[in-house]
């Protein structure tokens, strides 16, 4: 609904576009250092957001893809697959990270046909360049590379916990028990912890900070930014859902933990 308001604004010349421009020349002509604004507006770049996102999708394959590993291995041991509350380990482990390739990749797909329609000019300082700037494609990509990163490390750590908690729950000696709950109880509290400040803390700053830096160099008007967010907000609840509906491993668990703070092994 957000995303509709601002680009019959920006199409139509309304007064919010004419508020938007003023905020711009304001925002572009102020006082936040240069080179810490364009720091911010290269993250954009998909030459920085996908390798970032890439290295998370790796990291996530292979732990899903243990995961379930240890889950066949335990059914045929008969001990029972690994899985929690919430459900068991993902059966689809490679589906999360392949479908957040595919939710990077459908930012141009959807950015540049918009641009191309509403061919909005862009900021005095991108004088000369075509009018297509409305919405931001580094924005966009900055904003779905960088949360979908978080929401899969979140599921990376999910699924970490899982396979500890199904180790935990095979026969031990009390000794065995003690040591291996004295040990791993403080390192999964404080990854939960850390998992969490990145996807609740530092991912929103860093797109802030992404759109703060491409109005401050004259890049783009803050609408393209926060049109671009609205974009990048539908791409990840898509995500989410296909995860939630064909991984088989309980996936609005990771969204609890997202919002609910560290989780069930955090303070």
């Known amino acids: 609904m957000l995303f509709a308001v601002l680009t019959w604004q920006v199409a139509a010349h309304g007064p919010l576009r004419a508020l938007d421009e003023r905020l711009g020349r304001v925002v572009a002509s102020g006082s936040i250092p240069a080179g810490l604004a364009e720091f ?8 920085v957001a996908l390798p970032v996102l890439s290295v998370v999708m790796v990291w996530a394959g292979w732990t899903g893809w243990l995961g379930r ?17 919430d459900g068991p380990a993902p059966v689809r482990w490679w589906l999360p990270p ?8 459908a930012v141009p797909a959807l950015v540049v046909p918009l641009k191309l329609w ?3 000019p862009g900021p005095p300082q991108m004088a000369g360049a075509a009018p297509a700037f409305y919405p931001s494609g580094h ?31 095979r026969p031990h000696s009390p000794a ?13 509290s404080v990854t939960a912890i850390v998992v969490t400040v990145v996807v609740r803390l530092v991912v929103p700053l860093l797109n802030a ?16 930014v926060l049109g671009s967010w609205c974009l ?3 791409l990840l609840a898509g995500w989410c859902a296909v995860c939630d509906r064909w991984d088989g491993g309980g996936g609005r668990a990771v969204r609890r933990e997202a919002s609910d703070g560290a989780g069930p092994d955090g303070p």
Do not use: C, M
């Not at 590993?69 to 509350?85: H, M």
């Not at 990509?141 to 908690?165: E, F, M, S």
């Open 40 to 47: 911010f507006a290269d993250l954009g770049n998909t030459a």
């Open 139 to 169: 924005g966009a990509t900055a904003a779905v590379a960088y949360g979908v990163a978080g929401l899969l490390l979140l599921r990376g750590l999910r699924g970490t916990r899982a396979g500890d908690g199904a180790a935990a729950a």
């Open 69 to 85: 590993q240890q889950g066949v291995r335990g059914i045929e041991s008969g001990e029972g697959g690994v899985g929690t509350a």
């Open 118 to 120: 509403l061919a909005r």
């Open 232 to 234: 990048a907000g539908v």
């Open 209 to 224: 900070g992404v759109g703060i830096g491409l109005v401050r160099r004259g890049y783009h008007w803050p609408l393209d």
């Open 98 to 105: 392949l479908a957040a390739g595919l939710a990077l990749a």
């Open 176 to 188: 065995a028990t003690a040591t291996a709950t004295s040990t791993s109880r403080p390192s999964a």
